[in-house]
């Protein structure tokens, strides 16, 4: 008997799980998950269940018979229900109340748009400490009451949700530290400054491909607003100004800071992004990515002082007059051409002689490969030496012997000579030059 349409689309939680562990259809899962439980992990009708649990894009629509959950899910921490078709946040918290042990949720991209969640059903999420809701467009109320009642709450990601603006709640979330609100038009200072009056343990916020125009705030403020925060990611914002970017030394416990791809670096080449940025930034050991070393840091520091110095007083950053007080005023770096020379040599292949430029990188190798081409030389192979003019006389030509060793090791000038001579002419000795 075929299934209904009804059927088709209804997949519960329970029946997914039972599907997904059967060892009948996943025999490897046994062995396994077995590995991964606690000595005590609850068995049923079969099923080892692991208490890190994947279901993503697994058309779940319900939960499913509670006692079910229950007896599968005692031991479950990490539950990841993204990519789902659960509408309905009752049947989301039927399966959270059953697993008492849960501290990770990810509901990403679930259809919950416009579905609030009943502050009086929120007791059920009590335990969690990560808590992923990307891509799903709830709104901030429904944060807020989810928050409110997540004492333990950790980590919290709000990207992709079409944010706009921030509605600040009265009520703080103590613990969070690690905010994830990227892909959001957060475009203004003053919506992220709300986060800061939220979530006041703060120690990593991220707002990549927000569009975040400028750092508009008092130092004052800004040490009020996230006093814990060490880590600040702004890639691919709008910030097109020096002065934001120096408030951030006001954020008193900042270490690291990621600003790929803002329209403000865009005038500079690389190495000079990285110098002024980590020249303005004393207190910053991490920048994207990258660990600043006292070296680095010194370096930056004087390229900063050289970069601004020809500027008019009233054009001097003031940063400028904290690192000469340091350094004092340095003079402009000698114009060094680091163009590698490539000297011209006379080579002589019997009566003929051509005028070679020849590159010192390349090994003796690669020079008998381009003398053959260039005087049609025979396959049986030549032999090379060299003809320092000024030391010929005194100590003869010296053989090129070993193919792998490089011709700038020989001290090679303009107007010295190599001689190519066929490896079937007897051997040469310093009365044939």
């Known amino acids: 008997m ?47 269940l692991p208490n890190f649990i994947i279901l993503d894009h697994c058309g779940i629509t319900k939960a499913g018979d509670r006692s079910d959950i229950a007896a599968f899910c005692a031991h479950v921490k990490y539950l990841d229900l993204s990519n789902n078709q659960l509408n309905d946040w009752a049947e989301i918290c039927t399966i959270v109340s059953n697993i008492p042990h849960l501290n990770f949720l990810n ?33 901030w109320d429904t944060v807020h009451t989810l928050t409110q009642h997540t004492p333990e709450l950790e980590e919290l990601f709000l990207c992709l949700n079409g944010y706009g603006t921030v509605s600040e709640s009265h009520a703080t979330c103590p613990l969070l530290r690690l905010l994830y609100i990227s892909d959001n038009p957060l475009h203004k200072w003053a919506e ?46 709008a910030i097109s100004k020096w002065e934001d970017i120096d408030r951030l030394n006001f954020l008193p416990k900042l270490k690291e800071v990621k600003a790929i791809g803002i329209p ?26 990258a660990p600043i070393t006292d070296k680095d840091r010194e370096d930056s520091e004087r390229f900063f002082i050289r970069y601004y110095q020809n500027l008019p007083e009233q054009e001097l950053p003031q940063r400028y007059h904290t690192l000469v007080s340091k350094y004092g005023h340095l003079e402009p770096l000698a114009d060094i051409d680091l163009t590698p020379h490539i000297p011209m040599v006379n080579v002589r292949f019997g009566e003929r002689v051509e005028v070679v430029s020849l590159r010192l990188d390349q090994t003796v190798s690669d020079l ?59 051997r040469c000795s310093s009365s044939n030059f």
């Not at 400054?193 to 979530?199: I, Q």
Request: proline residues 6%.
């Open 2 to 48: 075929e299934s209904s349409s009804d059927e088709k689309e209804t997949r519960t939680f329970v029946q997914v799980i039972t599907e997904k562990y059967d060892p009948e259809y996943y025999p490897y899962c046994l062995g396994i998950a077995v590995l991964s439980l606690p000595p005590l992990s609850p068995v049923k009708d079969g099923l080892f």
């Open 264 to 289: 403000l670096l865009q005038q500079y080449t690389r190495q000079e992004r990285h110098s002024l940025f980590v020249a303005r930034l004393p207190s910053v050991t991490v920048l994207n990515g």
């Open 192 to 237: 992220v400054r709300k986060l800061g009056r939220m979530y006041p343990s703060l120690c990593t916020l991220v707002m990549i491909n927000n569009g975040l125009e400028s750092v508009d705030d008092t130092q004052e403020a800004l040490q009020h607003l996230f006093p814990e925060l060490q880590t600040i990611n702004l890639k691919n914002s």
């Open 368 to 426: 008998k490969k381009k003398l053959k081409a260039l005087l049609q030389l025979p396959n049986k192979g030549v032999r090379l030496f060299y003809i320092n003019q000024e030391d010929c006389s005194v100590f003869g030509p010296e053989e090129l012997k070993f193919s792998s060793r490089a011709l700038h090791s020989y001290g090679i000038q303009d107007g010295d000579e190599i001689l190519v001579v066929p490896k079937d002419k007897s």
């Open 107 to 139: 509901l990403s991209t679930n259809p919950l748009r416009n579905v609030e969640l009943e502050p009086s059903m929120a007791h059920v999420f009590s335990g969690l400490r990560k808590l992923v809701l990307n891509n799903m467009h709830i709104s």
